[in-house]
């Protein structure tokens, strides 16, 4: 069964003659680029919702320094490739290399997510859209109040794609008092949401009238012991507590939630649907997201 979750198929998918027998024996390509990339699923992940799908793609993961940044998009575009993912720390730099942005990409400032559209490479920023699917799964954010930590590339994306949806109250609490508040700035943008900046000092804590707590910072990646400092004392029964770390997913952010009788969302699940965006996108099918997660969780666990 094709879990698409918000995902349409799109007509006319089969016209790149991928689909059974190729037209061509060279394979269509797509690519990460990134630094780090060692220990990143998407490339698994991929492969194995190509191989699902009956397409002749490759996906490869390549470690690109920021100033090879321009060079490896000169070379996505000279050598013909479907479409790229970029990760940190080149979201906001890509922009400069590409010949237009969606208009979420356009908002945020930065791109995820590259495809080819004739002889344009077109820039798109799937996160945020990634996380609302994610998110769902087990609220609407239509009318709630929602907190959210952290200000960098993931708080920007998903703020501007919750404002968008229909989040009543979104509050941004930050560290760093000038990036927290430019954040609020642009979402403000949207004279339909309640706007509200709030300093990080010490241990916050989360608002007993906030329905969802979203960690949008790097806070636990790599480190399960990593404490953010949250308190849920106040928090309200059902409240949903969401990390955008993956690995681990059970970060020490989620047990502390889940302490307290939170809903706990792992961070994959936000991954999975912002590289299922990418991938119809790319080919034009929406792929089998259970079957994402699965090919994601079996990397992270080898």
Not at 124 to 131: H, I, R, S
Not at 149 to 166: D, F, K, P, S, Y
Not at 245 to 269: Q, W, Y
Request: glycine share 10%; proline share 6%.
């Amino acid at each position: 069964m094709n879990h698409a979750f918000g995902l349409r198929s799109v007509p006319g998918a089969l016209a790149f003659g991928s689909v059974g027998v190729p037209d061509s024996f060279l394979p269509e390509i797509c690519a990460l680029f990134g630094q780090p990339v060692a220990g990143n699923p998407m490339q698994f992940m991929m492969e194995r919702a190509f191989a699902q799908q009956g397409l002749d793609w490759r996906y490869l993961s390549f470690e690109v320094t920021p100033e090879s940044l321009g060079d490896a998009v000169r070379g996505l575009r000279a050598l013909g490739f479907r479409g790229a993912n970029v990760t940190a720390p080149h979201q906001f730099a890509a922009v400069k290399h590409l010949d237009r942005l969606s208009e979420a990409a356009t908002q945020m400032g930065s791109v995820n997510c590259i495809t080819r559209d004739g002889q344009e490479l077109v820039g798109e920023n799937t996160d945020g859209k990634g996380f609302l699917l994610s998110l769902r799964s087990v609220i609407d954010p239509l009318g709630k109040h929602i907190v959210l930590l952290g200000a960098g590339g993931a708080a920007r994306a998903i703020g501007v794609e919750l404002a968008l949806a229909g989040a009543q109250k979104l509050t941004i609490v930050n560290r760093t008092a000038g990036h927290g508040q430019d954040l609020a700035n642009l979402l403000a943008k949207n004279p339909n949401v309640q706007i509200e900046f709030v300093p990080w000092e010490g241990k916050y804590e989360v608002p007993a009238d906030a329905q969802v707590v979203i960690q949008a910072t790097s806070i636990g990646a790599n480190d399960p012991d990593a404490d953010v400092p949250v308190s849920f004392r106040h928090a309200a029964p059902g409240l949903v507590a969401a990390d955008v770390v993956i690995t681990p997913p059970e970060t020490a952010f989620l047990s502390e939630a889940k302490r307290h009788d939170c809903v706990a969302l792992d961070g994959l699940g936000m991954f999975v649907y912002q590289a299922a965006i990418a991938f119809q996108h790319w080919t034009g099918i929406a792929p089998d997201t259970t079957a994402m997660r699965d090919a994601a969780e079996e990397f992270l666990s080898s």
